[in-house]
């Protein structure tokens, strides 16, 4: 066995450890459709070139903000080969649209370690707390924290007890990028129905499937996720951004308004999610403050899964900061 690619475990890293980052990746029209057959979002400004430039100017059509993060976000799995499963994702801010065309690159550090408390019949494992920015253009675009469980090689914990940080207050002046601020989007949708604070029911739920495919598009090489047997489950575990993405896809159908996600003030992955479950998504509004010529809006979505002879269960507690009409 090649130990050098088997890793890392969680003792071989520690704090302001970086990574050596994977490749960079040129996004293009081919990537995004792959993406779209997986999770059939319906943000116009990524389905339709023309309502793309009319609005930002640009000549490219923009990348879904779900496709970039996700291609981000396996670019990091460079540290969590061993992960078991990725606890939440905190203060992710997109600092800049991206377009077809550009190239990505994602660097991963280690922030801070905390050993977990162990149990009996379970293998020790432990949190690591990465800060993980991608840049295009040798240009920040991307920012944000993720918190992965990952496991031991061996059976001693190193002692880490770091501070993993918490979730502050929601505060929309900080996704406000001066890149968005001068967007046309008076050709968007102007239905105001999402303007009320009730939960918002999407009546169509969604099937989890070719989560293998978001995988390898992506470039995860988190083993839980290709591997049954590396899984803490009978099954392979679903990558807990597919969950996220078909829920965006969600909120692009609900909120037809929808220009851009600005970022992700809180990320909760609450439950396991497996190829073949049937999911429900639920939305509702906590905050919204005038942007240029439309609204920051940050929304709470949850979603659940729907299993033969259980009661739903929640499996993500959401909260994007969008850009609206």
Request: charged letters at 25%; aromatic letters at 6%; a neutral charge.
């Amino acid at each position: 066995m090649n130990k050098e690619n088997d890793g890392p475990f969680y003792e071989d890293m520690e704090p302001g450890m970086v990574f050596p980052s994977p490749p960079p990746i040129v996004v293009d029209s081919g990537m995004a459709s792959t993406y779209q057959s997986i999770v059939g979002e319906a943000l116009p400004l990524v389905l339709d070139s023309q309502i793309s430039k009319a609005v930002t100017g640009m000549s490219n059509r923009m990348l879904s903000p779900g496709l970039l993060l996700h291609l981000s976000i396996g670019a990091s799995t460079v540290a969590t080969k061993k992960v078991i499963a990725n606890l939440f994702y905190r203060d992710v801010r997109i600092l800049r649209p991206v377009y077809h065309g550009e190239t990505l690159l994602t660097t991963t550090e280690v922030v801070a370690m905390q050993d977990s408390k162990p149990k009996e019949n379970r293998p020790h494992r432990g949190k690591v707390l990465l800060k993980i920015t991608t840049r295009a253009n040798n240009e920040p675009i991307l920012e944000y924290y993720r918190c992965p469980l990952v496991r031991l090689r061996g059976d001693t914990l190193p002692g880490y007890n770091g501070d993993l940080g918490e979730t502050h207050q929601l505060n929309l002046e900080t996704f406000k990028q001066k890149s968005y601020e001068n967007w046309d989007l008076t050709l968007l949708d102007n239905r105001k129905k999402e303007r009320n604070r009730e939960v918002i029911r999407d009546p169509l739920k969604d099937v989890v499937n070719q989560a293998l495919g978001l995988v390898r598009l992506t470039q995860n090489v988190a083993a839980v996720h290709r591997d049954s047997t590396a899984s803490p489950y009978p099954q392979r575990l679903v990558y807990g951004g597919h969950t996220v993405a078909l829920a965006q896809a969600s909120l692009s159908r609900v909120f037809p308004n929808t220009a851009t996600v600005l970022g992700w003030h809180m990320c909760d992955h609450t439950g396991p999610v497996f190829e073949g479950d049937l999911l429900s998504f639920e939305h509702r509004i906590l905050d919204e403050n005038q942007f240029g010529s439309g609204n920051i809006t940050a929304i709470r979505s949850q979603v659940y899964v729907h299993r033969e002879n259980e009661e739903p269960k929640e499996v993500l507690d959401w909260v994007p900061v969008t850009l609206t009409r």
